[in-house]
T-cell receptor, first 113, second 116 residues
Framework: SQELEQSPQSLIVQEGKNLTINCTSSKTLYGLYWYKQKYGEGLIFLMMLQKGGEEKSHEKITAKLDEKKQQSSLHITASQPSHAGIYLCGADARGGATNKLIFGTGTLLAVQP | DGGITQSPKYLFRKEGQNVTLSCEQNLNHDAMYWYRQDPGQGLRLIYYSQIVNDFQKGDIAEGYSVSREKKESFPLTVTSAQKNPTAFYLC???????????????FGPGTRLTVL
């Protein structure tokens, strides 16, 4: 069955540093979503990627989907305490257009002032 | 304000009792979903509904039941048959019923259920 692996599982960075979180699948991804979650709260949608090689940015966060559509990265530039939280990737990897998502286990990010 | 609401935020249940979690959306979305989140396991799909009066089992439906009598409401009942119900429950919705691509799912704030 399809699985999404996220790395690293947790990350501590100093404020102002850049960081990258990865999401990897053994199968082609049809729609790759990035969400952010504060502990005990719901998921906030960040970005969605669909095409191989696609890249999107919002404020200081950039997400990319590789050409093979099997790996995505989330890059944060000049991290701030407000970036702290759990980042989850989700994907429709079951042939597309099913609208059923599977999720990675998340990456816990802490930003030290 | 458009969005998804879940209530209550915290819920305590005695063993052997059924309990119902509420999920309401005013986004006019057709599809709604229930997920369970446990530490270290990510989100797992319990049930989903793509249209009123229709729903399908997800990956871990045993011990749960749902109804979809109205477009904006998708309540989840955790029954006494669910062996390990303590978890964080998230409801989500998305626009489409029929489309050529996956639609973004938007999430509610969650309900934390604890069985005493």
């Amino acid at each position: 069955s399809q699985e999404l692996e996220q790395s690293p599982q947790s990350l501590i960075v100093q404020e102002g540093k850049n960081l990258t979180i990865n999401c990897t699948s053994s199968k082609t991804l049809y729609g790759l979503y990035w969400y952010k979650q504060k502990y005990g709260e719901g998921l906030i949608f960040l970005m969605m990627l669909q095409k191989g090689g696609e890249e999107k940015s919002h404020e200081k966060i950039t997400a990319k989907l590789d050409e093979k559509k099997q790996q995505s990265s989330l890059h944060i530039t000049a991290s701030q305490p407000s970036h702290a939280g759990i980042y989850l990737c989700g994907a429709d990897a079951r042939g597309g257009a099913t609208n059923k998502l599977i999720f990675g286990t998340g990456t816990l990010l802490a930003v030290q002032p | 304000d458009g969005g998804i609401t879940q209530s209550p935020k915290y819920l305590f249940r005695k063993e052997g009792q059924n309990v119902t979690l509420s999920c309401e959306q005013n986004l006019n979305h057709d599809a709604m979903y229930w997920y369970r989140q446990d530490p270290g396991q990510g989100l797992r799909l319990i049930y989903y509904s793509q249209i009123v009066n229709d729903f399908q089992k997800g990956d871990i439906a045993e011990g749960y039941s749902v109804s979809r009598e109205k477009k904006e409401s998708f309540p989840l009942t955790v029954t006494s048959a669910q062996k390990n119900p303590t978890a964080f429950y998230l409801c989500a919705s998305s626009v489409r019923v029929a489309s050529v691509s996956t639609d973004t799912q938007y999430f509610g704030p969650g309900t934390r259920l604890t069985v005493l």
